[in-house]
């Protein structure tokens, strides 16, 4: 159990710029979230997948956004034309399949859009 | 919808001194119930999660949380801080009662352990 992944760490980007993340989850979790943080808040739902199947959106996912996890395994989260207001950590978090399962997450992308 | 209330952005104690962070839920139903940690620049630890069995529930690095439903609260506790408790500490909730489904996060709390 290596634990979630995320590359890249850090990203600075220029507005209008389009910038993608990646996440490697825990190997047997079939369940995989995203979430954002913006500082001095708690994480904030964005999107989460059972195995390759999106299974929900939050209305915070606009059009820019987008989500992919194409073989069950990685995640990949990508932002078109980023804002200065996309400025935000993105975490990963992943966790088997049952109810009372709690979700371990990733380290984080900090995306600075300058 | 379900939501998380974290009572005080910020708590500062002494080293030793008992940790109360408080934490209220709004669910119709008995909910699913964690307390996560965060520390600079990292991501969210687990702490404790409450599922429905004992409503005490006890976490890891000394912490425990007790359900009580007629208060709607899940509140952390610590008997004696330590200085690496430092931390920002997250109350969430499943967002569906049927669980492992998205989390609600409360706004968190920061715990400051002073010398």
């Known amino acids: 159990d290596t634990g979630v992944s995320q590359d890249p760490r850090h990203k600075i980007t220029k507005r209008g710029q389009n910038v993608t993340f990646r996440c490697d989850p825990i190997?047997?979790?079939?369940?995989l979230y995203w979430y954002r943080q913006t500082l001095g808040q708690g994480p904030e739902f964005l999107t989460y997948?059972?195995?390759?199947?999106?299974?929900?959106k939050s209305r915070l996912l606009s059009d820019r956004f987008s989500a992919e996890r194409p073989k069950g395994s990685f995640s990949t989260l990508e932002i078109q034309r980023t804002e200065q207001g996309d400025s935000a950590m993105y975490l990963c978090?992943?966790?088997?399949?049952?109810?009372?399962?709690?979700?371990?997450f990733g380290p984080g992308t900090r995306l600075t859009v300058t | 919808a379900q939501s998380v209330t974290q009572l005080g952005s910020h708590v500062s104690v002494s080293e030793g001194a008992l940790v109360l962070l408080r934490c209220n839920y709004s669910?119709?139903?008995?909910?699913?119930l964690f307390w996560y940690v965060q520390y600079p620049n990292q991501g969210l630890q687990l702490l404790l999660k409450?599922?429905?069995?004992?409503?005490l529930v006890k976490g890891i690095n000394g912490f425990e949380a007790e359900f009580k439903k007629s208060e709607t609260s899940f509140h952390l506790t610590k008997p004696s801080a330590h200085m690496s408790d430092a931390a920002e500490y997250f109350c969430?909730?499943?967002?569906?009662?049927?669980?492992?489904?998205?989390?609600?996060f409360g706004k968190g709390t920061r715990l400051s352990v002073i010398a």
């Open positions: 978090a992943s966790s088997p399949t049952g109810v009372a399962y709690e979700q371990y």
């Open positions: 190997s047997e979790h079939n369940r």
């Open positions: 997948f059972q195995n390759e199947a999106q299974l929900e």
């Open positions: 669910s119709s139903v008995p909910p699913y």
């Open positions: 409450y599922t429905s069995a004992a409503t």
């Open positions: 969430a909730v499943s967002s569906r009662p049927s669980g492992n489904t998205p989390l609600v």
